[in-house]
């Protein structure tokens, strides 16, 4: 249900056919049927053109590297646009996965009008081109920085030590060379992988690891300024890092952020912010801890402001007790508001997801686990990664104020957790016990032991009973024997859990291709090494036949997700008669969907424009209250009644117009007067 | 009848001529006056004109209106490119209502290029310098605030519309010129019942009534009425997005801080600043001009960025101190500590992705408007922000009354208000408060102008000697660099190391005959200690401190010449070669 079929499937032999003829190394390895960044904007035309007008398709930004970032607009144009979903695929280049997600969503929005007759879509598949095509690129590398140059090692060159391939296999994977000052050291049982030795258990390490390739420029290092580029997925203004080779010179350096962010702020009707990429927040809710958040009940006042507001700074105040000190002290007609107070004093910015939104997000959360559950998903996953610093899904959700929501679509399943049933017996028990007490034990029993103790598999429960049995050994001297054996293997020492999955994953799903064995080469300044490691992009992405069944298994959550939208109407609108023409006017607003109108975060940073309720009818006169009342705020679910008095001259109607870009307009009518 | 026909149009055209040559702005610019948008390009256009070979006139980007900010760029080509020169920019008028900023910034270019070839100083600095000066950067706001009614204080953001007041409608409710004169000013209604009473001292300033005493005003604001029917007035004028705040280093949103814009660089003139700027990274010294107060201010911004390098505090106290002799009564000021905290403003963005030293110079002290036979009153600024005690006000508007001739203040004048009846309209008009009367102006421009001069004076000025060639054993030579800068500025700052904002300077030495055995920076010469470069000893990374040097030892194998470089982004490139034989 994606690009036209045929056509992917003749443009996928002809490359698969072209590729052997011309044995361009990295077939074994790249996963051909990922669709490349002219195929996703080959791609994008074709939904568009079979969308019946439905899609708009619009140049959003060029890259660096010269590929065109494409926009799908989804839904119906008019004067007044519907609330929209903002939708960004890849921002960090590096999933192509999630730009097979973006894509099919649009697909699948645009073969059903229902889905965008009342929301409007704005979905950008492929966000990072020039790091996303690296993965159709020999050799092949994980990356995700954009095309424009940059001096990673401030030395006088840029860009002069990248990669190298040196065992020509079309990927780039790692080396390890045995060296004095070596870290590493074999996983015992996975010696295909490499951990830290560990000191304090008496290890030393064997090996130093370095990505695969020469010192190009003969500055001692290896690799450390290859091509390249800003993350596009780090050059965003919240929490951005200044001064880190990835992010960029500045929030929105790269074009591919700027005319993001300002795409989005050109349209004050986004409700909702969707990314696929690094981040699942469906599965773990963005996450809190950071410090530096103000709290306006505790607010400390600087000492030097202090002195010159003559305010005692040794006790704290609430943001309300100091906005009422300081709207004296303005000039008259000047109203003090909260961004005043927290500008002047250097408060500084939220950096913790508010309480209030977490409760939905948990909420959501636990819907979403339910609904994996109800498909037949009962295998645990590995976790997402956390969001980061700069990314699109942290500013979307401090700046632009709206709720944001992310898929990363695979992750690898954690292996079964073990029995671990402990065995009860240690080996001071062992040595006062006699030989009868010993075979009493059971062989299941020393089973359990003999594998918690981390003994040799030579040593079965079977031949060490017999053991003590025939009297070749008393348990005391099995204990003493025991104790001499290597301490068992600690969690560290088992390897990291990630990697066992991965590179099991590898041997059973990707024929072993996910892993290059370690092959020794000839360096030229190394000397002797060994090239092998994880083939890049087989921890983050599935083989192409498991995305079908990925996509139509996650991507429709993301039509329930947006059913909670928050949605404002009139509930009702009476005029009550006072007398001599006076009336008051009660409306009931009501907020029909699920999620909050705005967000706390949106509600603190004011960004999201309120719902206006106006009230219009001829020969009307306000006594209270006033044409145009605007509405901040009103959480899921929630009413609120809004009143004014009125004086009509004569019988008529009046009518009542709720707008909001964000959360839908209504209007009513009733009559007065008369 | 033709006679006086004749006549009549020749004393008409003799009107137009002499009106044009009134306005006429022409080399050497003057300064006893304020200059409209307009006439700054048409000052910056004579410039260019009159001194071709110095002066380079560009467009920088255009505003949010489509007006065209400009640059004159100053060089003498014969000394070199501008890249290969230590840069100093000076700006101004970044708030719209700040305009003696423009004034300061053409009166540095007309000093300059005017005195060029005839002072000695004047002639090195340029020489060995390059100047760009962008005197207006709010051009919209400067446009505004000379052609509409305005505040001394009104007009000082960017021509982008935001909700202020957040009902839906954007700019709806600016300040009103009831009157029509041209300014924005005060409104006072008579009420018994009001919390005011005229001054018995001064009849145009009113003071709050003691417990017991009759009332007589009421305070109603800024002159202006509720355009938008909702209650408030004047909450909502143009922006408020403030220039000053919509910078790419360490900006926050507006919720933090007020005016900054929905994303960094979202004015469209203040980011083809940037890019301008970004594509200059020879710039070492920055200026930009405001009003008012009589501050040079130095960073950090905000106090969570921590004190800067102790190298920079020693340059910043170095200029500082000799800038407060220049302009007498100036204050050189930490920014953040003496004035309040600033997210994304533009010295913040020069000092750590340009790589600058920068000063705020916020000018003019309306404390120079006396009355008791002293130049300058010392005010208490945290009087300035409460809104001022009424003995300074007395004395200022004696000060308006024998030395402006009553040109600075608006007598109380009776006006009937849409909504409130009988009221009276008063204050302190535009052109006050925060910028000199025009008498005042000469001497601000040049004592600010000189500063610049001065910093410009302080520039890092490098030379590369080889100087020591020793023939060793073996076929080998041992050479010793020294890079040697005279002035008070590094070639590179304390912070640029810091961040590693970009390579530092770079020496390579280089011959076809010969190779770079080894090479190492002498950290230490009493004893000597060289530190060797373990790779690529042929080439060395340094950066060379005010008033120090740098020196480098290498050993070389073979013969012929040998040739040393030194690039620096800032200082600009020197070289040398030595024979081997």
């Known amino acids: 249900m994606r690009i036209k079929e045929s056509v992917k499937q003749g443009l996928t032999y002809l490359s698969v056919t072209l590729a052997l003829i011309l044995l361009l190394p990295g077939t074994a390895y790249a996963q051909q049927n990922y669709s490349n960044p002219a195929q996703v904007n080959k791609g994008i035309d074709q939904i568009s053109q079979k969308s019946g007008g439905l899609i708009q398709v619009r140049k959003l930004a060029v890259s660096p590297g010269g590929t065109d970032i494409l926009l799908m607009e989804i839904g119906k144009k008019g004067d007044v646009p519907n609330p929209a979903v903002l939708v960004v695929g890849n921002l960090s280049g590096i999933s192509p996965v999630t730009t097979e997600a973006a894509l099919s969503l649009a697909e699948r929005i645009a073969s059903d009008p229902k889905l965008c007759s009342e929301i409007s879509w704005y979905v950008i598949p492929m966000g990072n081109p020039d790091a996303y095509s690296r993965y159709f690129t020999a050799p092949l590398y994980m990356d995700p920085g954009n095309f424009s140059p940059y001096n990673d090692d401030m030395d006088d060159r840029t860009d002069e030590d990248g990669f190298n391939d040196l065992d020509g296999n079309g990927i780039i994977t790692s080396m390890r060379v045995k060296s004095p000052d070596g870290i590493w050291v074999p996983v015992a049982s996975e010696p295909r992988l490499m951990r830290r030795a560990d000191a304090s258990k008496g290890e030393k390490g064997i090996y130093k690891i370095y990505t695969e390739g020469i010192d190009d420029d003969g500055d001692g290092q290896y690799n450390e300024d290859g091509a390249g580029g800003t993350d596009v997925n780090a050059n965003f203004p919240h929490l951005f890092k200044y001064f880190d080779p990835k992010s960029g010179l500045f929030p929105g350096s790269a074009t591919e952020a700027r005319e993001l962010i300002k795409y989005a702020f050109d349209h004050p009707e986004i409700a909702m912010a969707f990314s696929f990429g690094q981040t699942n927040f469906l599965l773990v809710p963005p996450k809190g801890g950071r410090k530096g958040s103000v709290d306006f009940d505790n607010i400390t006042i600087p000492e030097e402001v202090g002195k010159a507001m003559g305010i005692d700074v040794s006790r704290t105040y609430t943001m309300q007790e100091i906005m009422e000190f300081v709207q004296p002290m303005l000039p008259p007609g000047m109203t003090i508001d909260e961004g005043m107070i927290a500008s002047y004093l250097g408060l500084g910015a939220v950096v913790n997801p508010m309480q209030e939104d977490l409760v939905f997000y948990n909420r959501i959360s636990s819907e979403y686990k339910d609904y994996l559950k109800s498909k037949g998903v009962t295998v645990e996953r590995f976790d997402p990664e956390d969001a980061k610093e700069g990314s699109f899904e942290m500013w979307a959700y401090y700046h632009l104020g709206v709720p944001v929501f992310s898929m990363d679509i695979w992750a690898l399943n954690k292996p079964e957790a073990e029995k671990k049933e402990s065995s009860g017996i240690t080996l001071e028990a062992i040595e006062r016990m006699t030989k009868d007490e010993f075979a009493g034990l059971g062989e299941e029993k020393v089973s359990a032991f003999l594998k918690e103790r981390g003994a040799p598999p030579q040593y079965t429960a079977k031949m060490v009973i017999g053991l003590i049995n025939s009297g070749q050994a008393t348990p005391a001297q099995m204990a003493s024997m025991m104790k001499q054996m290597p301490a068992p293997p600690s969690d560290e020492q088992k390897g990291d859990p990630r990697e066992l999955a991965q590179i099991a994953f590898s041997d059973a799903r990707m024929e072993g291709k996910g892993f290059v064995n370690w092959m020794p080469y000839d360096h030229p300044t190394l000397g002797e090494v060994e090239i092998g490691g994880f083939a890049p992009f087989s921890g983050n992405t599935p083989p192409y036949n498991m995305v079908d069944s990925l996509l139509d298994l996650h991507l429709p959550f993301v039509f329930e997700l947006v059913k909670k939208l928050p949605k404002l109407q009139i509930a009702d609108a009476k005029a009550i008669e006072k007398g001599s023409g006076v009336y008051q006017i009660e409306v009931w607003i009501e907020n029909k969907g699920y999620l909050p109108f705005p967000t706390a975060m949106g509600k603190r940073n004011k960004i999201p424009a309120p719902a206006v309720i106006t009230l219009e009818g001829s020969g009307i006169e306000f006594l209270s209250g006033i044409k145009r009342t605007p509405l901040h705020d009103l959480a899921g679910n929630k009413s609120l009644k809004l009143t004014w008095l009125v004086k009509a001259g004569r019988k008529g109607t009046l009518t009542i117009s709720l707008m909001s870009k964000q959360a839908g307009s209504d209007s009513k009518q009733i009559n007065i007067g008369g | ?581």
């Open chain 2, 1 to 581: 009848m033709k006679k006086i026909f004749i006549s009549l149009m020749l004393s008409l055209a003799i009107t137009i001529i002499s009106d044009l040559y009134a306005q006429e702005i022409k080399v050497p610019l003057r300064f006893d006056h304020y200059y409209t948008y307009e006439q700054v390009v048409e000052a910056l256009k004579v410039l260019n004109k009159a001194y071709p070979s110095l002066t380079t006139l560009e467009e920088v980007g255009r505003s949010e209106e489509n007006r065209i900010i400009y640059a004159l760029t100053i060089n003498n080509p014969k000394t070199g490119d501008p890249l290969s020169k230590p840069g100093i920019y000076a700006d101004g008028n970044i708030h719209g209502n700040e305009i003696q900023a423009g004034e300061v910034c053409l009166y540095l270019a007309n000093r300059l290029l005017t005195n060029y070839g005839k002072l000695d100083d004047i002639t090195q600095v340029v020489d060995r310098n390059v100047f760009y000066i962008i005197p207006v950067v709010n051009v919209d706001g400067r446009v505004h605030f000379f052609n509409d009614a305005n505040t001394p204080s009104t007009n000082r953001g960017l021509r982008i519309p935001v909700d202020d007041d957040r009902d839906g409608l954007f700019d709806e409710d600016p300040p009103d010129d009831l009157d029509g004169d041209g300014n924005i000013t005060s409104m006072r209604k008579r009420d018994p019942h009001g919390r005011l009473k005229t001054d018995p001292e001064e009849p145009r300033l009113m003071i709050p009534v003691k417990p017991g005493d009759q009332g007589e005003w009421i305070n109603l604001g800024q002159e202006g009425f509720d355009n938008d029917g909702d209650g408030l007035v004047n909450e909502d004028a143009e922006g408020y997005v403030d220039g000053n705040r919509n910078w790419g280093y360490n900006w926050a949103p507006p919720y933090v801080q007020n005016g900054s814009g929905l994303y960094p660089f979202s004015g469209t003139g203040i980011r083809a600043i940037a890019e301008w700027m970004l594509k200059r990274p020879n710039i070492i010294m920055v200026f930009a001009f405001h009003n008012s107060g009589g501050m040079y201010l130095r960073g950090p911004s905000v106090k969570a960025a921590g004190e800067l390098p102790a190298g920079d505090i020693a340059v910043y106290d170095h200029l500082g101190k000799n800038i407060e002799k220049i302009v007498p009564g100036y204050k050189y000021l930490i920014s953040w500590k003496d004035l309040y905290a600033t997210y994304g403003d533009f010295t913040d963005f020069t000092n750590n992705l340009i790589g600058s030293y920068s000063f705020v110079g916020e000018l003019y002290q309306v404390g120079t408007e006396t009355f008791d036979g002293t130049f300058i009153e010392q005010t208490d600024r945290s009087l300035v922000m409460a809104g001022g005690s009424n003995e300074r006000e007395r004395e200022r508007l004696k000060f308006n009354d024998h030395l402006a001739q009553g040109e600075l203040f608006k007598e109380w004048t009776p006006f009937k208000h849409p909504e409130y009846g009988d009221i009276e309209i008063g204050g302190w008009v535009k052109i006050s408060t925060r910028l000199p009367h025009p008498f005042m102006l000469q001497d601000l421009v040049h004592r600010n102008a000189s500063t610049v001069i001065y910093t410009a004076q302080n520039t890092p000025d490098v030379s590369l000697e080889i100087y020591e060639v020793t023939r060793l054993e073996g076929g080998l030579y041992r050479i010793r660099v020294r890079l040697h800068n005279r002035n008070a500025m590094p070639s590179v700052t304390y912070m640029t190391v810091k961040n590693k904002l970009y390579p530092l300077d770079i020496v390579t030495v280089k011959g076809s005959g010969a190779k770079v055995v080894s090479g190492g920076k002498l950290v230490s010469q009493y004893p000597e200690k060289i530190e060797y470069k373990e790779f690529k000893p042929e080439v060395q990374f340094c950066q060379v401190p005010g008033s120090g040097k740098v020196e480098f030892q290498f050993l070389i194998s073979g013969k012929g010449s040998l040739e040393v470089n030194y690039e620096s982004k800032k200082a600009g490139k020197r070289r040398s070669e030595v024979i081997l034989k």
